[in-house]
């Protein structure tokens, strides 16, 4: 076990009292390049469903890099540019080097949507998936600052409109498997014909879809070894039966049984809970565990997903977003599979109810150790602007909730600095330390501009981040789980594959411990169950735990 | 291309063909009395198709539930022997959720695309939230009952009781007793 600590010199202080205080630095720190969303008129929903954002230390030197995702600009059916995806790699003093062409990240010309990361053939480094409205592109890191597209090798093109995706070891065979999922059957052609036919509350024609559209099926792909996968997803129980219009992707242990589960954000359709059975097989338990459909049993448009503890009680709760006019919903988790929407008692239905969210976000944004929830906002149609009556704007603010620590939240965005502010129209949201402080920035993408980094200079409490130190040989990392006991409180963490939207937030975990000056129990949960045991720790550190 | 639009353009083709080419008079308005009877028998074929889809749907939901019957008696007796029904505890709340979905995911896509060509069977209950879109026999409120019965007993999987179990299977054939009689 190796302790270090980490520097923790902080930017300008928010005003005395302020819990949160976030300003957006991506300018300054070299994150410029803007992301490619379609027409203006956002004339077809892929305009519009914007892409995602992944923190990941790519060269292994303790600072995270940020990958940003990519789309198309076009002008009627035109396709004006294709927007490359960028690698921005951390220099350690604030700012970012646009490494793309270096690394061989560009995204291969095609219009990307999500990210996910994960060392999918075991060599130590962690590769990237990029999924796109065509082939995936499955970047393999070299270990050398280069990465390679492996996607045709490995087996996961899989041409179509990917979006979500996660990694986990289904089978508990010691590799990394893989869920995506796909929205719509379309193709380039219906891409570039789209025209706005769909009447918008009888005032506006604006983008077809989801509906009239058809669904595509998401898909399973079981790691063969040598770098290679087969689409096993019959075989895995996994069959999209629904033909949802799948959006984000989250695994995670939702039933505290040891093996992760996959759930699945589907836009107008019931969300899926896939419990992994054993074996690699999994059973679709949405409907009768509660996290299928809203309290009154009606599907919502589901975007993007967070999981955590936000009450702090020792099960993984769940947060949906989902579009304008419905709230996004929490799914209180009981530990056993089975969860209650709590959206209306939780505070957090109410004040979401307005705006149309994609990215989600659990994370202890000032350190007093809950769970704090952030949404990405931003409408898909611009011409919701020409009519005010409505109250909708197509650029949303996007909103910061905090927890009491119980699980109760309050719309906290008007004190939280003038990051949280802006007024975009938002899609991905990552969470990251970037400048290794001990507190949490914001990676968020926005349609047709550059991205935004929030810099977290909230006053906050002690904190800790955990860093996994495993050899390849040993197994994944995805799908391990921390716990600590810091008092009478118990803090848990997972290290994700999936979530948000399209996203992909810091490897290491991060605990918010308020006053607390020591730790008394970090227990881990490694995937393959077993576990390693640390006592009496100081806070304020990063430290790296090995298996 | 659809088999009913077949036949619609098929008798169109015929009706203009056995109309010959003569100029009708002037005073002849109104709508050739050929094509009044053929949309009249559409109208019986759409108007029967409505009826034929109740049926099915009604189908499903029977077969489901009497499935599910046999479910729940399967998983009695099998604690009343004092062994393990935690299969068949869940098998049933997966039915009985599918009461209140009527039917699987694979019967809510064929809704889905029902919906999309813009087929509502309750168009004026969906507006007025009495049924979910598209929807045919179940109501919301019956949908949310059914949805959380069988939330109830998937929870009893793990550390079942003959009682309970019985309690809550009683209180789904009364629910589905209830959605039947008011179906008619």
Not at chain 1, 233 to 247: I, K, V
Not at chain 1, 365 to 385: E, F, M, S, T
Not at chain 1, 442 to 468: I, K, M, Y
Not at chain 2, 72 to 80: E, F, Q, R
């Amino acid at each position: 076990m190796i302790l270090f600590l980490a520097g923790c010199e902080r930017g300008p202080q928010p005003d005395p009292g302020a819990a949160f205080h976030f300003v957006d630095v991506a300018a300054e720190a070299g994150l410029d390049r803007v992301v490619l969303a379609g027409r203006p008129g956002k004339d077809h929903l892929l305009d519009s469903a914007g892409t995602g954002a992944a923190w990941l230390d790519y060269d292994q030197d303790g600072w995270i890099d940020a990958y940003i995702v990519n789309g198309w600009k076009l002008d009627g059916d035109r396709v004006v540019e294709r927007g490359r995806n960028a690698l921005y790699r951390n220099r350690g003093d604030g700012t970012f080097e646009d490494v793309t062409d270096r690394a061989g990240v560009g995204g291969e010309g095609h219009w990307g949507g999500g990210v996910a990361v994960a060392d999918y053939d075991a060599d130590g480094f962690p590769d990237i998936l990029v999924t796109n409205f065509g082939p995936n592109v499955l970047y393999r890191n070299r270990g050398d600052g280069t990465f390679e597209n492996t996607a045709a090798e490995a087996g996961i093109e899989s041409p179509g409109w990917n979006t979500g995706a996660a990694f986990l070891d289904a089978d508990g065979d010691g590799d990394l498997d893989l869920y995506i999922a796909t929205y719509i059957d379309q193709s380039t052609d219906e891409v570039l014909a789209a025209e706005r036919t769909l009447d918008w509350k009888g005032v506006d024609k604006v983008a077809v879809g989801p509906f009239g559209l058809p669904g595509a099926v998401d898909k399973f792909f079981v790691n063969e070894g040598g770098g290679r996968y087969r689409e096993a997803t019959s075989e895995a129980g996994l069959d999209d039966l629904g033909e949802g219009f799948g959006f984000a992707v989250r695994a995670a242990d939702l039933d505290r049984d040891g093996d992760q589960d996959i759930y699945v954000a589907n836009d107008s359709d019931a969300n899926y809970f896939y419990r992994n059975e054993g074996g690699g097989v999994f059973r679709e338990v949405g409907l009768w565990s509660g996290t299928a459909l809203d309290a009154n049993g009606a599907a919502q448009a589901g975007m993007g997903v967070a999981i955590g503890d936000a009450d702090n009680d020792g099960a993984l709760d769940i947060v949906v977003t989902n579009f304008s006019e419905d709230f996004s919903t929490m799914y209180r988790g009981d530990g056993d599979g089975f969860f209650d929407d709590v959206s209306a008692t939780s505070g957090v239905g109410k004040v979401t109810y307005p705006s149309l969210s994609w990215g989600a976000l659990l994370a202890d944004l000032d350190n007093d150790g809950d769970q704090d929830l952030v949404v990405a906002n931003g409408h898909i149609y611009p011409q919701v602007d020409a009519h005010p009556e409505f109250e909708l704007s197509y650029a949303q603010r996007n909103q910061l909730l905090e927890n009491d620590g119980t699980g109760q939240f309050t719309d906290v965005t008007d004190l939280a600095g003038p990051g949280m502010a802006q007024v975009r129209s938002s899609r991905g949201l990552a969470a990251g330390d970037y400048d290794n402080d001990g507190d949490l920035d914001l990676l968020v993408t926005h349609l047709d501009e550059p991205p935004s980094l929030l810099r977290n200079d909230s006053p906050g409490g002690a904190w800790l981040e955990v860093v996994f130190d495993v050899p390849p040989e040993d197994g994944p990392i995805v799908g391990t789980e921390v716990t600590l006991r810091v008092g009478e409180r118990t803090l848990i963490r997972d290290r994700s594959s999936g979530g948000s939207f399209l996203s992909v937030h810091d490897p290491r975990l991060h605990f918010g411990l308020g006053s607390a000056d020591r730790i008394d129990l970090l227990e881990v949960r490694w995937p393959d169950g077993s576990r390693t045991e640390l006592t009496d720790l100081p806070v304020n550190q990063s430290i790296t735990v090995s298996k | 291309m659809h088999k009913l639009e077949w036949i619609c353009r098929l008798a169109i083709v015929l009706l203009v063909c056995t109309a010959g080419v003569a100029v009708p008079a002037a005073s002849d308005t109104a709508t050739p009395p050929q094509l009044v009877e053929t949309y009249d028998s559409l109208a019986d074929t759409i108007l029967a198709a409505k009826k034929t889809e109740w049926n099915l749907v009604h189908t499903i939901l029977a077969t489901t539930y009497g499935h599910a019957e046999g479910m729940a008696k399967a998983a009695l007796a099998k604690l009343d022997r004092g062994a393990d029904a935690g299969s068949e505890i869940e098998a049933l709340a997966a039915l009985v959720a599918q009461i209140g979905n009527e039917g699987d995911a694979g019967v809510a896509a064929i809704r889905k695309r029902l919906i999309e060509g813009g087929h509502h069977h309750h168009a004026s209950g969906e507006q007025q939230g009495i049924y979910d879109p598209g929807f045919v026999i179940v109501t919301r409120d019956a949908k949310k009952q059914f949805l959380d019965s069988s939330k109830s007993i998937a929870r009893m999987a793990k550390s079942p009781d003959s009682a309970a179990l019985k309690s809550a299977w009683d209180k789904v054939a009364q629910e589905f007793k209830t959605l039947h009689e008011g179906a008619h």
